[in-house]
C-alpha cells in the first residue's frame, strides 16, 4: 500500500510537473505572441509617424504654393483691363497728335469716339454708372458735397450731379458727388 502511495505521489507529482511545464508553454507562447505583436505596432507606429510627417510636409508646400500663385494672381490680376487700357490710350494719343491737323469738330468727334470706347470698356468690366432718379437723394449712393435749404422741398433732393458716382457687380465703387437742396428749419 505504501508503494501504490508513493506511485501515485509520483503520478501526481508528474502530472503536476506537465500541467506546470504546459503552463509554463502556453505562458511562453502568449509572452512571444505579444512580443510579436509589439514589434508589429511598432513597426506600424513608425510606419504611420513617417506617413505624418510627409503629409505635413507636403501640406506646408501646398501652403507656400498657394501663397505664392495668390500673390502673383494679386500682382496680375488687371492684367487685361490694362491691355485694354491701353487702346483708350493709344486713341488719345492719336487725337492730341492730330489736333493741330484738323478742324475743331473732327477733334472733338475724336475725343466723343474715346470717351464711348473708354465707357464701354466699364460696362464690360461691370461697372455702371450711377443714375439720379426722380432727383431723390439716397445717402447710400450719393454724397452731398453743396447743401442749400430751401421751403420748396419736404425731403432732400439732388440738384446737381457734381461728380459722376459708379458701382461695380451692384456694390458702390463710388458715390456720386452732388448738390443737395434741404428742408429749411424752423
Known amino acids: 500500500m505504501v508503494k501504490k502511495i508513493e506511485v501515485k505521489a509520483a503520478e501526481t507529482k508528474e502530472k503536476d510537473h506537465k500541467a506546470r511545464q504546459d503552463k509554463d508553454k502556453i505562458l511562453k507562447d502568449k509572452l512571444n505572441k505579444r512580443e ?15 506617413e505624418y510627417l510627409r ?28 491691355k485694354e487700357l491701353f487702346d483708350v490710350l493709344d486713341n488719345f494719343e492719336r487725337a492730341l497728335k492730330t489736333q493741330s491737323k484738323g478742324n475743331g469738330k473732327s477733334f472733338r468727334e475724336g475725343i466723343e469716339m474715346i470717351y464711348k470706347q473708354y465707357q464701354d470698356l ?6 455702371k454708372p450711377i443714375e439720379i432718379k426722380e432727383k431723390r437723394f ?8 453743396i447743401t442749400e435749404e430751401s421751403d420748396e422741398v419736404e425731403e432732400p433732393e439732388v440738384v446737381e450731379e ?25
Do not use: C, W
Request: cysteine-free.
Open 162 to 186: 457734381l461728380q459722376r458716382g459708379y458701382t461695380l457687380h451692384n456694390r458702390l465703387l463710388r458715390p456720386a458727388l452732388v448738390k443737395v437742396v434741404v428742408p429749411k428749419k424752423s
Open 55 to 82: 503629409k505635413i510636409a507636403e501640406m506646408e508646400n501646398l501652403r507656400k504654393r498657394v501663397e505664392r500663385e495668390k500673390g502673383e494672381f494679386y500682382q496680375y490680376a488687371l492684367t487685361e483691363l490694362l
Open 138 to 145: 439716397d445717402p447710400h449712393l450719393h454724397q452731398a458735397f
Open 122 to 127: 466699364l460696362m464690360k468690366q461691370g461697372v
Open 36 to 50: 510579436s505583436d509589439i514589434k508589429l505596432l511598432e513597426t506600424e507606429n513608425k510606419k504611420l509617424k513617417e
